[in-house]
């Protein structure tokens, strides 16, 4: 492997990880209570926990994406969202951060994988490539992130 070759996927795994001017999902999750998981905010669309499964769900589509041929993306947009506001029995809560977790590193293995082709093709897709969908992974976490500590500002549950 080249220098700019590991440079580069040392570059890309440092933003998913929320590294640079992002926040991290650690940061973003950490402390939220229970009881404020479903809160909304007046004049707002979503709650923290569904911003948190709209980031496990999309992430985990692309991961897969990226990876299967045979993948199935969920119905857009509806697939991509939560129907409830609050974590539906008290483990979902950790079974979706345990899973965004796990989808985040699947994504940064194959990224850091000397044998991944960042540039290539992905076949089944239609020009995306490695690369593009970890750039996507970075991109619409960071936003959505973004948005969850706005939310947990505005409920009073944020102390970063």
Request: with cysteine; proline share 6%.
């Amino acid at each position: 492997m080249s220098s700019t070759d590991l440079s580069l996927r040392e570059h890309v795994v440092y933003l998913l990880k929320g590294g640079g001017a992002h926040l991290d999902f650690e940061q973003a999750i950490a402390d939220v209570p229970e009881a404020m998981r479903g809160a909304k905010v007046r004049g707002t669309e979503h709650s923290v926990w569904q911003l948190l499964e709209h980031l496990r769900i999309c992430q985990w589509d692309i991961l897969e994406f990226s990876r299967d041929a045979d993948h199935v993306s969920p119905k857009f947009p509806d697939g991509y969202w939560p129907e409830h506001d609050a974590p539906p029995e008290p483990e979902s809560w950790d079974k979706s951060v345990n899973a965004f977790r796990n989808d985040l590193n699947e994504m940064i293995d194959l990224v850091s994988s000397p044998t991944t082709d960042l540039f290539a093709p992905i076949p089944h897709g239609d020009g995306q490539t490695i690369l593009r969908e970890a750039l996507l992974i970075a991109d619409h976490n960071a936003y959505h992130l973004g948005q969850l500590v706005l939310l947990r500002r505005c409920l009073g549950i944020w102390d970063g």
